[in-house]
């Protein structure tokens, strides 16, 4: 098993839900998080000041999947956050030792 985590623009999550729940995977957590990468940010003007953005608003989705489905997980994320233009996010993968679903006690791949 795989988690993937993807930070992405808050508004391709729907868009991403859809894709993913399109090839059958289904399940996933979603976190409002703030940060930036080779962007560093941006500036505003507010009130006739200008300052600095330096964390942007984006969203991680995590996502536990078998191994067997993970290529299409990813490939499915990246076409769907994908703008072509700088922000759009990255991909992490990461193993995943156990899981355990508490109603009925499965473990493993039944458990995602």
């Given at each position: 098993?795989?988690?993937?985590?993807?930070?992405?623009?808050?508004?391709?999550?729907?868009?991403?839900?859809?894709?993913l729940?399109?090839?059958?995977?289904?399940?996933l957590?979603?976190?409002?998080?703030?940060?930036?990468?080779?962007?560093?940010?941006?500036?505003?003007?507010y009130?006739?000041?200008?300052?600095?953005?330096?964390?942007?608003?984006?969203?991680?989705?995590?996502?536990?999947?078998?191994?067997?489905?993970?290529?299409?997980?990813?490939?499915?994320?990246?076409?769907?956050a994908?703008?072509?233009?700088?922000?759009?996010g990255?991909?992490?993968?990461?193993?995943?030792e156990?899981?355990?679903?508490?109603r009925?006690?499965?473990?493993?791949?039944?458990?995602?």
């Open positions: 098993m795989k988690k993937i985590e993807a930070i992405v623009k808050p508004f391709k999550l729907e868009e991403i839900k859809e894709a729940t399109e090839v059958g995977i289904e399940g957590t979603v976190t409002e998080v703030k940060g930036f990468g080779r962007q560093k940010g941006h500036t505003e003007i009130r006739g000041s200008e300052y600095t953005v330096d964390f942007l608003p984006k969203v991680k989705i995590e996502v536990v999947v078998r191994d067997a489905v993970l290529d299409l997980a990813v490939k499915v994320i990246i076409a769907a994908k703008t072509g233009k700088i922000g759009d990255k991909v992490f993968v990461l193993p995943v156990q899981a355990i679903r508490i009925t006690e499965e473990t493993g791949d039944k458990a995602v």
